[in-house]
């Protein structure tokens, strides 16, 4: 075998600094590799037999290697091909929807997003009214109304955000998909962004940033259809109200974005900047080991030792940005989320008031029904999916 070639998938060569991030873009999976490590990799993905490649490398770097173990890692990283079929079927092929994150992400569309957004911010120094308050919400008197359009209306708009990360990611020749899910009674977009370590890190902060970009314009957009279709006395009219509404949604997603205990799109924006792997978890348990050791509960310390040096090094100084981000999300509750809770109850505790003959009890009542239910069924199904016996299936593979 050692004068045979192995034949390996289509793999990309990335420098990190003193490392290589090679991947296999089709699976997307990904290693991090020492330059000769994947100096030797790249030997024999331009066909050179392994143990030629072994010669090579004992000339190059000084030193021996374990070309077995080498190539039985690679195996399991799935950068080998295995078989005939899979050597078939390899191939970028045609990338659908390529021009168009091309065009979404061109100089002239980033012109008129310019463009557009500054003649928002005009619009709202001029009438401070357009600025975006928790009032907005409450664009009819209806609570029932309010909470059923609040929740299905935000659909577009959140999918308008992740298609943006896949236009990104289109843009750079990359198979990222945007999908539709449920998380317990919720629909959920997802954007998978394949291949994304396979481009320079430079190239990355665009499809991370795209989703926050395309708030921004939405933003703008429903401000001017505010401003626009006032009625003659300057009030708003039933669609400006509507879209001041769904503003004051995108300006709440926008700020979500800066919770950084979470892997927001901001999270992914500084993990790639301090070029780290697995920020999150490397930062958030050595902010855990640090409380657990002040506690003096040192059983439940984790072993820190999981993690590269690189990140443990970043994530010791990323704590104060994780307090940050629970900072932000305790403003976003109480200026945000609770002056809209208060002013709810107060609508439906004064609709309740007018008694069951009137309209507004049971609007009160629905929507107070309708809001409880959105919290506590997800928490319930949460509790029954914990309590649910595992049970085992399988199945025959011919």
């Given at each position: 075998?050692?004068?045979?070639?192995?034949?390996?998938?289509?793999?990309?060569?990335?420098?990190?600094?003193?490392?290589?991030?090679?991947?296999?873009?089709?699976?997307?999976?990904?290693?991090v590799l020492p330059a000769d490590g994947a100096a030797l990799l790249r030997e024999m993905a331009r066909g050179v037999p392994p143990e030629r490649a072994a010669r090579w490398y004992e000339d190059t770097y000084g030193e021996p290697v374990d070309i077995e173990e080498f190539l039985e890692?690679?195996?399991?990283?799935?950068?080998?091909?295995?078989?005939?079929?899979?050597?078939?079927?390899?191939?970028?092929?045609?990338?659908?929807?390529?021009?168009?994150?091309?065009?979404?992400?061109?100089?002239?569309?980033?012109?008129?997003?310019?463009?557009?957004?500054?003649?928002?911010?005009?619009?709202?120094?001029?009438?401070?009214?357009?600025?975006?308050?928790?009032?907005?919400?409450?664009?009819?008197?209806?609570?029932?109304?309010?909470?059923?359009?609040?929740?299905?209306?935000?659909?577009?708009?959140?999918?308008?955000?992740?298609?943006?990360?896949?236009?990104?990611?289109?843009?750079?020749?990359?198979?990222?998909?945007?999908?539709?899910?449920?998380?317990?009674?919720?629909?959920?977009?997802?954007?998978?962004?394949?291949?994304?370590?396979?481009?320079?890190?430079?190239?990355?902060?665009?499809?991370?940033?795209?989703?926050?970009?395309?708030?921004?314009?939405?933003?703008?957009?429903?401000?001017?259809?505010?401003?626009?279709?006032?009625?003659p006395d300057g009030d708003f009219s039933l669609i400006g109200r509507i879209a001041l509404a769904f503003a004051y949604t995108v300006v709440m997603r926008f700020a979500w974005q800066f919770q950084l205990y979470m892997r927001t799109d901001l999270y992914y924006v500084f993990a790639t900047?301090?070029?780290?792997?697995?920020?999150?978890?490397?930062?958030?348990?050595?902010?855990?080991?640090?409380?657990?050791?002040?506690?003096?509960?040192?059983?439940?310390?984790?072993?820190?030792?999981?993690?590269?040096?690189?990140?443990?090094?970043?994530?010791?100084?990323?704590?104060?940005?994780?307090?940050?981000?629970?900072?932000?999300?305790?403003?976003?509750?109480?200026?945000?989320?609770?002056?809209?809770?208060?002013?709810?109850?107060?609508?439906?505790?004064?609709?309740?008031?007018?008694?069951?003959?009137?309209?507004?009890?049971?609007?009160?009542?629905?929507?107070?029904?309708?809001?409880?239910?959105?919290?506590?069924?997800?928490?319930?199904?949460?509790?029954?999916?914990?309590?649910?016996?595992?049970?085992?299936?399988?199945?025959?593979?011919?």
């Amino acid at each position: 075998m050692g004068d045979v070639a192995v034949a390996f998938h289509e793999l990309s060569f990335v420098p990190e600094g003193d490392e290589v991030v090679v991947g296999r873009v089709d699976a997307d999976s990904y290693a991090v590799l020492p330059a000769d490590g994947a100096a030797l990799l790249r030997e024999m993905a331009r066909g050179v037999p392994p143990e030629r490649a072994a010669r090579w490398y004992e000339d190059t770097y000084g030193e021996p290697v374990d070309i077995e173990e080498f190539l039985e890692t690679l195996h399991e990283l799935g950068f080998v091909r295995t078989s005939v079929i899979a050597q078939e079927q390899a191939g970028t092929g045609r990338l659908p929807l390529r021009w168009l994150g091309r065009a979404a992400f061109s100089p002239l569309a980033w012109i008129v997003y310019a463009a557009v957004f500054a003649i928002a911010v005009l619009a709202i120094v001029g009438d401070p009214a357009l600025a975006p308050r928790p009032g907005h919400i409450f664009f009819t008197d209806s609570l029932l109304v309010v909470q059923l359009g609040i929740t299905f209306g935000q659909l577009p708009l959140i999918f308008f955000h992740e298609a943006f990360h896949t236009l990104a990611g289109r843009r750079l020749g990359l198979r990222s998909r945007l999908g539709v899910s449920n998380r317990y009674v919720y629909i959920v977009f997802e954007t998978r962004m394949n291949g994304l370590l396979s481009v320079p890190r430079a190239k990355r902060y665009l499809p991370f940033l795209a989703g926050m970009a395309c708030d921004v314009v939405v933003f703008a957009i429903l401000e001017l259809v505010a401003d626009a279709t006032r009625q003659p006395d300057g009030d708003f009219s039933l669609i400006g109200r509507i879209a001041l509404a769904f503003a004051y949604t995108v300006v709440m997603r926008f700020a979500w974005q800066f919770q950084l205990y979470m892997r927001t799109d901001l999270y992914y924006v500084f993990a790639t900047a301090l070029n780290c792997h697995d920020l999150h978890e490397a930062s958030t348990a050595l902010l855990r080991n640090r409380v657990w050791r002040l506690l003096g509960r040192t059983r439940r310390l984790v072993d820190e030792q999981q993690w590269t040096e690189h990140d443990r090094r970043v994530g010791r100084w990323y704590g104060p940005f994780i307090v940050l981000g629970v900072t932000v999300m305790l403003l976003i509750a109480v200026l945000g989320s609770a002056p809209v809770v208060v002013q709810y109850v107060q609508t439906a505790a004064h609709g309740m008031r007018q008694g069951p003959l009137h309209p507004a009890f049971w609007d009160g009542v629905l929507g107070l029904a309708l809001v409880a239910t959105a919290f506590v069924l997800p928490a319930y199904l949460a509790r029954r999916k914990r309590r649910r016996p595992v049970s085992v299936t399988t199945e025959e593979v011919s």
